[in-house]
């Protein structure tokens, strides 16, 4: 027969085992090695199919630039179901030859993907393209596309002779004709100038005949 003293002492100690037991939860969580860091949950990957966000026509001359504004849908957990936010981006034709494909925005294990930069032929022409969003990557203000001159002025940089990436927020300057190693990959849009800490953010991007189409720009 369980006496009161024993039953006392029983529901006394079930909250006290439940406080160690979340404790020891959340430590084990914290020393357990995370997978696959800074992914998506399967659930929670955008609801986006890949983008035509321009064809090769559009760049007849070196330097010449778009403006890409898309769309990309997340799951968002409420009445809505899912959420929008736009995605600002540059597609700019650089001179043939200033990078090489071979380095530089190279995607591991597919070699017709491309990261930021990638070169094609077409009609005769070979294109060299960088495709980056306009975010700046030192606080997130969004970036311009301008000649020299501007830069220049506007910027305090005057140490280049191409258009480049300039931030009005806090003067970083990045030149897309040049490469910068970020955590062991080689991007295009190496900073020049001012206090941004790497390139601008890539597109992940195919070429295929005339198109540029944007994929997994999550």
């Not at 085992?17 to 696959?36: D, E």
Request: charged fraction near 20%.
């Amino acid at each position: 027969m369980i006496d009161r003293r024993t039953v006392l002492k029983t529901i006394t100690a079930i909250p006290l085992l439940a406080v160690a037991g979340g404790i020891g939860a959340a430590l084990l969580s914290y020393l357990k090695p995370t997978w696959a860091p800074l992914a998506f949950p399967k659930t929670e990957k955008p609801l986006n199919k890949d983008l035509m966000a321009a064809t090769l026509e559009e760049f007849p001359n070196e330097f010449d630039s778009k403006q890409v504004i898309f769309t990309q849908t997340t799951v968002e957990y409420s009445a809505r179901g899912k959420q929008a936010t736009d995605v600002l981006g540059f597609i700019v034709r650089i001179p043939a030859g200033k990078l090489d494909p071979k380095t530089v925005g190279l995607v591991p294990g597919n070699p017709d993907l491309r990261r930021g930069f990638g070169e094609t032929e077409y009609k005769g022409q070979k294109y060299a393209i960088v495709a980056v969003s306009r975010i700046c990557a030192h606080l997130g203000c969004i970036f311009e596309y301008h000649i020299p001159a501007d830069v220049c002025a506007r910027f305090n940089y005057c140490g280049g002779s191409t258009p480049m990436f300039s931030c009005p927020c806090h003067l970083s300057v990045y030149d897309p004709t040049q490469s910068q190693d970020v955590s062991g990959v080689l991007l295009a849009g190496h900073v020049v100038s001012g206090p941004a800490p790497r390139t601008p953010f890539p597109f992940d991007f195919e070429m295929k005949d005339n198109q540029i189409i944007i994929k997994n720009y999550a």
